[in-house]
């Protein structure tokens, strides 16, 4: 083999691989290996041990691993954890002797990252099963599949839910039976960003954690199942008429039932929202195909109102509800709805006061405030409030920002972090009220208490309603 095409598979593999000479020192690295912990070539590493790069806490055991291999052993996925960007990280690692003639000369290793792995499997292992066979036996469609199957067998493995199988089966055992029972579907709000941001292991928890709230919840009512993904859903056995419904499905959103609340793993405290659509049979469909077309019309109608919100189906309001219409017309008609409010009314604040029902209702932004080019800042709730913040430093020219907690914003900008620590703000969204390069200002949607996760939707709109600002200042500057 050349050594072009030694290098070409070394560096297309996905296993980090390196070589070390005799005295456990690196004299080479692949690809993978630079990437995983953030270099970008191999002098950072070239003449180094282990030791030198700081990446064990306890490094003595990989030291010792190593000697064995140069003495002539090799060891096989040793399980092992390393720091790397200031995280500790499981891995397996291989290592066997180099050799030259019958002489040690160093060794080759390799090694995979396997933190996600653990972690799932850590949850796993002390996940609550949901739902016991005594539970489930009183369904005459489980209570013949428990016959033959442990209840084991019919649950999800990561959340403890009744999985998609058997809970699309009871659907269907219950239609054909003509037993009536509303059914919803529960969509989590941006789930994949929480996965992207802060890792899988983060968003099994936070979906186990629902599932569990989910299922004390609702109780004898009825069961929660995992549609897939991060689509749960609700079979409600009791709750048929609107008003039982409409209050069942509020409370999954009050207190500390599941929605609206925060979820804290391994020092993240994650802001959880969801989007349910809700549709009752016999009453709304008599078939599955209708009733699921039903349901996925209302779920639908909650995300292009903002998501963050329950929608049940109510035949003179959505039977003519149309999807693709709804995707082409939905936005527009927010849009449309905030600039008939803010031409209403004269005055930057109260164009912004005017539009704030809008943005209350629709999008579930509670608090706002409005600061000036030069650096006054107003609440939107409260005309009281009027104080100086000074300069909002950030060295971007983006002209949306999130802050997920307040403290990101406090060596950048003291006077606006001194003002919303005091009314207990914990993450906002700040978006620039600007025209070229020009900035007149900006506005800050806030969040009390709460890592709130913001939404593409919630910066649209915000940025529009910025851009209209902008508009209107440029006008009195002129």
């Not at 009512?221 to 549609?227: D, S, Y």
């Not at 709130?452 to 006008?475: K, N, S």
Request: with cysteine.
């Amino acid at each position: 083999m050349n050594e072009s095409l030694f290098n070409l598979i070394i560096n297309t593999s996905q296993d980090c691989v390196f070589w070390k000479d005799k005295e456990r020192r690196f004299i080479g690295a692949n690809q993978a290996f630079l990437d995983y912990y953030g270099f970008e070539s191999q002098d950072r590493i070239l003449g180094k041990t282990d030791e030198d790069m700081g990446w064990h806490s306890d490094p003595e055991p990989f030291k010792q691993d190593e000697l064995r291999v140069l003495s002539g052993e090799s060891t096989y996925k040793v399980h092992g954890k390393c720091e790397v960007n200031g995280e500790e990280r499981d891995i397996i690692a291989s290592k066997v002797p180099i050799y030259e003639g019958n002489e040690i000369i160093g060794l080759v290793g390799s090694f995979l990252d396997i933190t996600d792995v653990v972690n799932r499997g850590s949850l796993a292992k002390h996940a609550q099963k949901l739902y016991t066979t005594e539970e489930l036996r009183r369904y005459p469609f489980f209570d013949r599949i428990l016959d033959d199957k442990p209840v084991e067998e019919l649950l999800d493995p990561l959340t403890g839910l009744v999985s998609r199988q058997y809970a699309l089966g009871l659907v269907q055992s219950m239609i054909a039976s003509g037993e009536a029972f509303t059914y919803a579907i529960v969509d989590l709000d941006n789930f994949k960003k929480i996965n992207d941001s802060y890792g899988h292991s983060t968003g099994d928890y936070i979906l186990t954690s629902i599932a569990d709230h989910m299922a004390a919840y609702i109780g004898s009512k009825g069961i929660a199942g995992r549609f897939g993904g991060d689509e749960l859903l609700i079979i409600n056995i009791e709750d048929i008429k609107y008003e039982d419904k409409d209050r069942f499905l509020k409370g999954l959103y009050s207190g500390e039932s599941a929605f609206r609340r925060n979820y804290e793993f391994e020092g993240n405290n994650l802001y959880v929202t969801a989007t349910i659509g809700a549709a009752t049979f016999p009453e709304d469909a008599d078939s599955f195909e209708d009733l699921f077309g039903l349901i996925d019309k209302t779920l639908y109608s909650g995300k292009n109102k903002g998501r963050n919100c329950y929608t049940i189906y109510v035949e003179e309001e959505h039977k003519d509800l149309d999807i693709k219409k709804l995707a082409k017309h939905g936005i527009y008609r927010n849009m449309h709805e905030l600039i008939l409010k803010y031409e209403s009314e004269d005055g930057i604040e109260n164009k912004i006061r005017a539009v704030m029902p809008i943005l209350r209702e629709e999008y579930h932004l509670n608090e706002m405030f409005y600061i000036t080019e030069e650096g006054i800042l107003y609440s939107v709730n409260d005309e009281k409030v009027r104080e100086k913040v000074g300069r909002i430093g950030i060295p971007t020219n983006e002209d949306l920002f999130s802050f997920s907690s307040l403290s990101q914003i406090r060596s950048m900008m003291p006077g606006l972090y001194d003002a919303l620590d005091k009314r207990d703000i914990e993450a906002l969204m700040l978006v620039r009220i600007c025209e070229a390069d020009r900035i007149y200002g900006y506005l800050i949607c806030a969040e009390q208490h709460n890592h709130r996760i913001w939404q593409e939707d919630e910066f649209g709109i915000v940025y529009f309603l910025a851009r209209l600002l902008a508009a209107d200042l440029r006008q009195d500057v002129t």
